[in-house]
């Protein structure tokens, strides 16, 4: 029996088959210090797990409105809508089971065969993924590590061609940690205004920002009707597991995304979505006090990396990744980026991605997720060091 020939377009995650050999390593009883996952390694904070647990025991575990319950749909409205100085209806919000939904909803949705969609590159994997599967023709764009990791606006707007259908965009970035420029967003408003393209704005990593302000495209004047957001819970607040995110975009589309939703997992979990309310409308402690440590992780990994012979590495602004420049060590070793990531695990027992697991531009660069101890971060600098002395 054969599959559906769009099976053979969806790609993966490489971070999961990575983390899957990094367990097979540590079964054989090898210590492995994993900069690999993008999953903060913090608790929920209690407040948003006792509020899901008074939702359970209240007996929030029927189905739900599709779109979400009302109360956290006009949480959502309220607090993006205050943060980018908008107003925002809970009519234009759909809640979903994690972020990625959103990904897959609107493209389905706004896309058809032989439609382009611009994407970044190196970016989230599961971009081009999705743009294969529903038969269009995925448009990378570059982002430039002399420009901080934001791509040349003349390079956006020799891709837009009558085709495109829709631009995507990340800031804070995944896997750069590189965050867009007012004169980026700027200059991406001036160029879609008068075009019929739709933008979809992943800003999952608003508030793991460090230095400078998060920039929201949606913010402008007119492009709120041609804006998704794409958000969620499982970053800011460390809620992974829980599989909340959401979506803002026009009335007319959320309709549709809400329609798609019914035909695939009918509704978000009910009792969750309240845990959802408390995040938003709770206490920020936690949250704050976490952007913080990762702050300092930063400045101890980037310090490190750049200490080591043949890495150099910028300073991201946010998010939890750095994306080091191994283009020194590829010529010197003869090691593709790939195999030297696989050095790193095999040999030092360091679980990074490659940057090509971010699509063709990230070749020559590595991954490291620094959502892991200080400890382990030094560590593991430690033992990337010791091994590369065996290369060089």
């Known amino acids: 029996m054969r599959l559906a020939e769009r099976m053979y377009r969806l790609g993966t995650e490489t971070a999961f088959e990575v983390l899957a050999k990094a367990k097979q390593l540590e079964a054989q009883g090898r210590e492995v210090i994993h900069l690999e996952i993008g999953e903060p390694d913090f608790d929920t904070p209690k407040h948003i797990s006792e509020a899901a647990v008074k939702a359970l025991w209240?007996?929030?575990?029927?189905?739900?409105?599709?779109?979400?319950?009302?109360?956290?749909?006009?949480?959502?409205?309220?607090?993006?809508?205050?943060?980018?100085?908008?107003?925002?209806k809970p009519e234009q919000v759909v809640v979903t089971?994690?972020?990625?939904?959103?990904?897959?909803?609107?493209?389905?949705?706004?896309?058809?065969?032989?439609?382009?969609?611009?994407?970044?590159?190196?970016?989230?994997?599961?971009?081009?993924?999705?743009?294969?599967?529903v038969g269009a023709k995925p448009i990378p764009i570059p982002l430039l590590e002399e420009k901080e990791f934001n791509f040349d606006l003349k390079d956006l707007e020799r891709l837009i061609t009558p085709k495109t259908k829709m631009i995507i965009l990340n800031s804070p970035q995944n896997p750069t940690g590189g965050v867009l420029t007012r004169e980026t967003i700027e200059g991406i408003v001036e160029l879609v205004k008068d075009r019929d393209i739709m933008i979809l704005s992943d800003e999952v990593y608003e508030f793991i920002?460090?230095?400078?302000?998060?920039?929201?495209?949606?913010?402008?004047?007119?492009?709120?009707?041609?804006?998704i957001i794409l958000h969620g819970f499982s970053k800011t607040y460390a809620m992974t597991g829980w599989r909340l995110g959401f979506?803002?975009?026009?009335?007319?589309?959320?309709?549709?995304?809400?329609?798609?939703?019914?035909?695939?997992?009918s509704c978000p979990n009910s009792f969750i979505q309240y845990g959802g309310i408390a995040a938003l409308?709770?206490?920020?402690?936690?949250?704050?006090?976490?952007?913080?440590?990762?702050?300092?992780?930063?400045?101890?990994?980037?310090?490190g990396l750049n200490a080591i012979e043949g890495i150099r590495c910028l300073k991201p602004h946010g998010a939890f990744y750095v994306f080091p420049n191994v283009k020194e060590l590829v010529e010197r070793t003869g090691k593709s980026t790939k195999e030297l990531a696989n050095f790193f695990l095999e040999d030092a027992g360091v679980a990074v991605l490659s940057g090509t697991a971010f699509g063709e531009y990230g070749e020559g660069?590595?991954?490291?997720?620094?959502?892991n101890s200080v400890e382990n971060i030094q560590k593991a600098l430690d033992r990337m060091q010791s091994s590369l002395k065996k290369l060089l």
């Open 97 to 133: 089971p994690g972020a990625k939904p959103i990904m897959f909803f609107a493209i389905l949705a706004l896309v058809d065969e032989g439609d382009e969609v611009i994407y970044p590159n190196p970016g989230f994997p599961i971009y081009e993924s999705v743009i294969q599967f």
């Open 365 to 371: 660069y590595l991954r490291l997720s620094y959502a």
């Open 209 to 227: 920002l460090y230095e400078g302000e998060h920039i929201s495209v949606a913010s402008y004047p007119g492009m709120q009707e041609k804006t």
């Open 281 to 303: 409308q709770g206490p920020q402690d936690d949250a704050e006090a976490m952007v913080a440590e990762f702050k300092r992780r930063r400045d101890v990994i980037v310090d």
């Open 247 to 265: 979506g803002v975009m026009p009335e007319w589309l959320a309709e549709k995304v809400t329609q798609l939703q019914i035909n695939s997992n």
């Open 58 to 88: 209240e007996g929030h575990t029927h189905y739900g409105p599709a779109p979400g319950i009302p109360e956290l749909r006009k949480a959502i409205a309220e607090s993006v809508g205050k943060s980018r100085g908008i107003e925002v």
